[in-house]
């Protein structure tokens, strides 16, 4: 499919988009913004479009895995440092904690250790699999050391 053709199909399939995206959000700015990270994903990878496809489907199928992505990668909260360095820490260690880095850090380092390099890969942004290639641990395993991680860093500051 030529991308000319492509983009017009696009263009008139933009329009069932807001209900969708209004939906996720709840805001109409932020709807408004899916949307268009939408339109401007699928015309990136217009060559991925098989034309047997539903092309309303595959733009929903677009816009659910932005929104979960945007999601995922907002529920982690940045704490800025006085160095001006910036960790991403879980969502229960927020800057009310009453806890520096240096806190933060030790609590970590009491972890065992199969515990430590998963949790502070995933804290600097690294998705499963690539933790999981890294260290040679099977997916569950990484997935699992990692939310064990966590829940014992959340019983201690409870």
């Not at 709807?31 to 015309?43: G, N, V």
């Not at 595959?58 to 940045?78: D, E, G, P, S, T």
């Not at 804290?123 to 014992?152: C, D, W």
């Amino acid at each position: 499919m030529q991308k000319d053709v492509f983009s017009s199909l696009i263009a008139k399939q933009s329009r069932y988009l807001k209900p969708h995206a209004m939906k996720y959000t709840g805001d109409e700015d932020d709807a408004k913004d899916l949307i268009q990270d939408t339109l401007l994903r699928a015309l990136l990878n217009y060559d991925k479009f098989r034309e047997d496809t539903n092309i309303r489907g595959w733009l929903f199928i677009i816009m659910r895995n932005l929104f979960v992505n945007n999601y995922r990668k907002n529920k982690m909260k940045m704490l800025s440092l006085d160095t001006e360095e910036a960790i991403q820490l879980p969502s229960y260690i927020t800057a009310d904690s009453h806890l520096n880095i240096t806190q933060i850090y030790a609590m970590i380092s009491e972890l065992p250790c199969q515990h430590q390099k998963p949790l502070l890969m995933h804290m600097e942004g690294f998705k499963y699999e690539e933790i999981n290639l890294q260290l040679y641990s099977p997916i569950g395993t990484v997935k699992n050391r990692i939310h064990l991680a966590r829940k014992r860093l959340k019983n201690r500051l409870v």
